[in-house]
T-cell receptor
Framework: AQSVTQLDSQVPVFEEAPVELRCNYS??????LFWYVQYPNQGLQLLLK??????LVKGINGFEAEFNKSQTSFHLRKPSVHISDTAEYFC???????????FGGGTRVLVKP | NAGVMQNPRHLVRRRGQEARLRCSPV?????VYWYRQLPEEGLKFMVY????????ESGMPKERFSAEFPKEGPSILRIQQVVRGDSAAYFC?????????????FGNGTRLTVT
């Protein structure tokens, strides 16, 4: 069965500092990977996705993620965060022939001034 | 707003009552998914529907929960005889096609509180 693990439940970070959110996945078949962001009391918004091709994926709001097959990781990074990046971030997997997303437990990012 | 519309945003029910959650997908989308988010947890898949058909309900509790997506009108997630453990945020998502290349659009969720 596929699983997605987010290693940090909370990440406090100062404004304009870099941030990295860690994600590892396990799967025996090809997998698509996504990062979603959830702002307070809102739905989820897609930040970026990896389907195939280049392992460095750029998304919205200055975020990027790198797919690393050997380490089964898909870490999310932003070089300089803003207060508005305070939110919960979910790493999500989807089996290539599947129809249900598997969510990691989420990482709460709190950006401090 | 052409996004996924869910209503109500907040729903309070007493134990034993029924809860009906509605989801109108993005116009033109025929694939609808329901996810549940328990407090302090990620989202868990419940059910996947296409127009008039349930494709995958492997995440649905065996009793009290049902879902439909009729030919006309919104998708409905129905919870009968609610219990406190049903308190959660329920998210609906829609896509144009099935698979990873077809992005999922999420609604803002319905927050169910069972008292």
């Amino acid at each position: 069965a596929q699983s997605v693990t987010q290693l940090d439940s909370q990440v406090p970070v100062f404004e304009e500092a870099p941030v990295e959110l860690r994600c590892n996945y396990s799967s025996s078949v090809s997998v698509y990977l996504f990062w979603y962001v959830q702002y307070p009391n809102q739905g989820l918004q897609l930040l970026l996705k990896y389907l195939s091709g280049s392992t460095l994926v750029k998304g919205i709001n200055g975020f990027e993620a790198e797919f690393n097959k050997s380490q089964t990781s898909f870490h999310l990074r932003k070089p300089s965060v803003h207060i508005s990046d305070t939110a919960e971030y979910f790493c999500v997997g989807l089996r290539a022939a599947g129809n249900k997303l598997t969510f990691g437990g989420g990482t709460r990012v709190l950006v401090k001034p | 707003n052409a996004g996924v519309m869910q209503n109500p945003r907040h729903l309070v029910r007493r134990r034993g009552q029924e809860a009906r959650l509605r989801c109108s997908p993005v116009k033109g989308h025929s694939h609808v998914y329901w996810y549940r988010q328990l407090p302090e947890e990620g989202l868990k898949f419940m059910v996947y529907l296409q127009k008039e058909n349930i494709i995958d309900e492997s995440g649905m509790p065996k009793e009290r929960f049902s879902a439909e997506f009729p030919k006309e009108g919104p998708s409905i997630l129905r919870i009968q005889q609610v219990v406190r453990g049903d308190s959660a945020a329920y998210f609906c998502a829609s896509s144009q096609d099935r698979g990873g290349d077809s992005p999922l659009h999420f609604g803002n969720g319905t927050r169910l509180t069972v008292t």
